[in-house]
T-cell receptor
């Protein structure tokens, strides 16, 4: 597709369950980012993938959060044993090479609600 | 509508007027700045960017101004339209980093 796509668009889960969020970046973009946006807040960096390099996981809030990027394209963000404070919009972005000073293009986000 | 010099979380503007949205950044090493527009239920949409070697850049109905001396960024929207109602975020990027740091956002409401 022409832009970044994410699925599901909405996810409601019960506390303690695991969830998987998917991101499909713009074709040809080697850099992929995950951000979290809590209600009424700005975006918080979670994790960054660039090509075959080790990901930058410095923004992940706890060890319940993990992410993979298979084949240098699609990425999955997994949250284990979800808590109510995990409720937020999870946004994925991609950029062409991951260099500084490069525009990041965002997907529509996955709205996660943990009951 | 204008929030001169200050970052305010909300801005109400009459349709047809010009809007000015302000953003202060803190990292003097930042050399790339982006404005994003986020409509309800959607992801942030790129509007315009500027690099630190410039102090002004114009797009279609939008202008970004950068004042590195006081670490201030502004977005001007000409002839504001109802479709401009959204949350606007500024983001900064340092030369040795790939992460974007986002401001708190300004909610713009256009009055008919």
């Amino acid at each position: 597709g022409a832009g970044v796509s994410q699925s599901p668009s909405n996810k409601v889960t019960e506390k303690g369950k695991d969830v998987e969020l998917r991101c499909d970046p713009i074709s040809g973009h080697t850099a992929l980012y995950w951000y979290r946006q809590s209600l009424g807040q700005g975006l918080e960096f979670l994790i960054y993938f660039q090509g075959n390099s080790a990901p930058d996981k410095s923004g992940l809030p706890s060890d319940r959060f993990s992410a993979e990027r298979t084949g240098g394209s699609v990425s999955t963000l997994t949250i284990q044993r979800t808590q109510q404070e995990d409720s937020a919009v999870y946004l994925c972005a991609s950029s062409s090479s991951g260099s500084s000073g490069e525009t990041q293009y965002f997907g529509p986000g996955t709205r996660l609600l943990v009951l | 509508g204008e929030n001169v010099g200050l970052h305010l979380p909300t801005l109400s503007v009459q349709e047809g007027d010009n809007s000015i949205i302000n953003c202060a950044y803190s990292n003097s090493a930042s050399d790339y700045f982006i404005w994003y527009k986020q409509e309800s239920g959607k992801g942030p949409q790129f509007i315009i960017d500027i690099r630190s070697n410039m102090d002004k850049r114009q797009g279609q109905r939008v202008t970004v101004l950068l004042n590195k001396t006081v670490k201030h960024l502004s977005l001007q929207i000409a002839a504001t339209q109802p479709g401009d109602s959204a949350v606007y975020f500024c983001a900064e990027n340092a030369s040795d980093d790939y992460k974007l740091s986002f401001g708190a956002g300004t909610t713009v409401t256009v009055r008919a």
